[in-house]
């Protein structure tokens, strides 16, 4: 069974993302068995801390792909890519035109591409593309 793992920002910059995650889980669910992801997945969890990151690292370290929204800050996020990496599951880093992602998510030998996007219909036939090795 093949799963991938759609996650972003959720706190300071998620909401203006969930269209994005939205549309990340429906194109998603057209080339993996099982979609895991930041909407509606984890974004109202009532778990403690502590539950969340192992609920976590259970769902990365079990996936064949991980795709992370990377436009913005977010220190979960980088560290859900150590995680990928530590278990050498391959990433997608998404990054919005004209933003520059972190050298770390640049660089991490997972992140197997970057993809610029300028709206979710670039996003969309971009991503549509690059998932097919991991189908």
Known sequence: MSKVYVFGPIHLFGKSYLPIYRHL???CKKHFDKVIGTY?????SKESPQEFYGRTYK???DCDLFIGEVSSPSIGVGMEFQMAQEHGIPCIALCKKGIKPS???AGIPCTKKIIYYKDIADLSKQLEKAVKQWE
């Open 25 to 27: 889980t429906k194109l």
């Open 40 to 44: 509606p997945d984890f974004w109202n």
């Open 59 to 61: 769902t990365i370290t």
């Open 103 to 105: 050298k770390m998510i």
